[in-house]
């Protein structure tokens, strides 16, 4: 089993042959994933495990080398949804008050004021995220998990929903900070979007996709669409044996000999919630064996520790291991 966010679309596992009956939420989605894909044209994979994080209201890390459309993934996915984006570029002067803002004093008023910063939006994109300090990258713990910032003992909500998308490159380490498993936990899926093929590099050379089209992409969902779709994920059905299979899999990564840590709760649960997410996208209410086994790398290899730990090579040694678990346990019928 290949890492989801390596693949294309031709070597993605066969989705469940039976019918399937076309909804306006189908309908939906079935837009949405085209005007990504005029745009993002490198990796369709990636552009479905986007929409899995949009669905299941979950965090994006997309770690790649320079130059191969992860920017461009998040900025199609912020036009197409109609919502409100920011972008921080992380540097290593970036400070914690540049991202979630600052109380200004104001004396006409004779008061502070708080000055929102770009962290009140809809889909921040934090550009490089692990060219920040770790004192920075903490300011977004609890922005990605409880939607909120503090500051100054005052707890601003975040607008709703609220994604971050964060993007990294692996092959480069001078001058980074390598995100601590706290905050890898609070990603949803990680992801990468790969090199595109010679016909879709040709395309984006000839401006019929990548920035070039930015601007000729037409909202397709509102806010109040999204969130009904995302309610619509919170009931996809998932039967006992296909939650045990979940279960198995989160529990051998806490037994297996080649991990320090396993997958958390949290992780298992990002595990469920993805899973929902996909059955939806592929027209079901209910959730099968299969989609926990196609999202089990993507939502779980950044969340383990190996035992004899290699910095260069993690994150597909992680894969690796995790891998060999899926081919290991039992898929119940």
């Known amino acids: 089993m290949k890492e989801l966010g390596l693949e294309t679309e031709a070597t993605l596992p066969r989705s469940d042959p039976r019918p399937r009956h076309s909804s306006s939420s189908d309908l939906q989605l079935a837009g949405v994933e085209r005007a990504l894909r005029r745009v993002v044209r490198s990796n369709s994979a990636a552009v479905r495990l986007a929409l899995v994080a949009v669905?299941?209201?979950g965090h994006l890390l997309i770690e790649d080398v320079p130059?191969?459309?992860k920017t461009t993934l998040?900025?199609?996915?912020?036009?197409?949804?109609?919502?409100?984006f920011q972008r921080v570029q992380f540097t290593s002067d970036l400070l914690p008050s540049d991202v979630v803002g600052v109380s200004i004093y104001n004396q006409s008023r004779e008061r502070f004021e708080f000055n929102p910063g770009p962290?009140?939006?809809?889909?921040?994109l934090a550009d490089e995220i692990n060219r920040t300090t770790p004192k920075t990258q903490s300011a977004l713990l609890e922005a990605m998990n409880e939607r909120q910032v503090t500051v100054d003992s005052h707890t601003y909500?975040?607008?709703?929903?609220?994604w971050v998308i964060a993007t990294q490159n692996p092959a480069e380490h001078h001058g980074t900070y390598p995100l601590p498993e706290s905050q890898l936990d609070r990603f949803l899926l990680r992801l990468r979007m790969g090199y595109p093929s010679p016909e879709d590099e040709r395309a984006i050379l000839r401006g019929e996709a990548g920035m070039a089209l930015m601007d000729q992409i037409e909202p397709v969902l509102t806010l109040a669409a999204v969130e009904e779709l995302q309610r619509q994920t919170a009931a996809v059905h998932l039967d006992d044996a296909v939650v045990d299979y979940e279960q198995a899999l989160v529990q051998a990564t806490r037994?297996?000999?080649?991990?320090?840590?396993?997958?958390?709760?949290r992780g298992s649960l990002m595990l469920h919630r993805a899973a929902q997410a996909w059955a939806l996208l592929e027209g079901r209410r209910f959730c099968l064996p299969d989609d926990i086994k196609r999202l089990f790398v993507p939502v779980c290899a950044h969340r383990v520790i190996l035992r004899a730990r290699h910095s260069e090579s993690h994150a597909e040694s992680a894969a690796h291991v995790l891998e060999s678990i899926a081919d290991l346990v039992p898929v119940p019928e």
């Open 157 to 162: 909500p975040l607008p709703r929903p609220f």
């Open 55 to 57: 669905l299941a209201d």
């Open 67 to 69: 130059g191969v459309g």
């Open 255 to 265: 037994q297996h000999p080649g991990l320090e840590l396993g997958v958390s709760p």
């Open 119 to 124: 962290i009140f939006a809809n889909v921040l």
């Open 74 to 84: 998040a900025q199609a996915l912020a036009h197409v949804l109609e919502c409100r």
